[in-house]
């Protein structure tokens, strides 16, 4: 199937029962939903997108507006990301991080932080990050796995400790 046939919209209620579905089946050995439902739950100011191929889905992600240091707004935290394992490698991560990231821009999002695989993220243009610090001290293998990308090209440098809602702040979602 082609990449044409992708479609990238706003998540909506009716669709929990897939994204329980899809949640278990990308990460069968990490349970990523509680993390899910609560973002989605208590969250009203997360980006929420589903990706569909021919009307079923196939793929979310989330972006969740965070606070660095004393400053309230400007960065968004990438996570999770999941896609249905038969429909992996056809550019459906590449199309939920891509228009994700264009309205996060749209809406003066000034920097987003992901951690994750750098071999996967580099391709969007992630470079490791240094300024922001996570919310919890990383292992050092994973200190290159944390990393951002600017959305605005006059963005200040911001930097501090990152300031995620609650639902973030488990130090098992930080740590191998
Ligand atoms: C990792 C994941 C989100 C990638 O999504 P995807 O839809 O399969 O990836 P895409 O098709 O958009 O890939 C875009 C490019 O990245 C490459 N790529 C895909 N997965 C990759 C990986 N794990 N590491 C490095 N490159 C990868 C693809 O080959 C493609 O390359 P190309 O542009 O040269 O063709 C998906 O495979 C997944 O959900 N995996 C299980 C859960 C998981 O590990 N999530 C981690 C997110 S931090």
């Known amino acids: 199937m082609s990449a044409d046939s992708i479609e990238v919209r706003a998540t909506v209620a009716a669709d929990a029962p897939d994204l329980e579905a899809l949640y278990e089946a990308a990460f069968p050995e990490e349970d990523l939903l509680p993390l899910v439902r609560r973002l989605r739950r208590e969250v009203p100011g997360i980006l929420s997108l589903t990706a569909t191929m021919g009307g079923r889905l196939a793929g979310h992600i989330i972006f969740?507006?965070?606070g660095v240091g004393r400053s309230?707004?400007?960065v968004a935290l990438l996570g999770p990301l999941a896609v249905t394992p038969s429909r992996q490698k056809l550019g459906v991560g590449r199309l939920l991080i891509?228009?994700?990231?264009?309205q996060l821009a749209e809406a003066n999002v000034r920097r987003v932080l992901v951690l994750g695989d750098p071999a996967y993220y580099r391709r969007f243009g992630f470079l490791p990050e240094y300024s922001i610090l996570p919310p919890f001290?990383?292992?050092a293998a994973w200190t290159a796995a944390w990393q951002s990308i600017p959305l605005a090209a006059d963005a200040v440098r911001i930097a501090g400790k990152l300031r995620p809602p609650a639902a973030w702040l488990q130090a098992a979602l930080w740590a191998p």
């Open 72 to 74: 309230d707004d400007g």
């Open 98 to 102: 891509r228009a994700g990231l264009e």
């Open 64 to 66: 969740t507006p965070c």
């Open 137 to 139: 001290d990383l292992p």
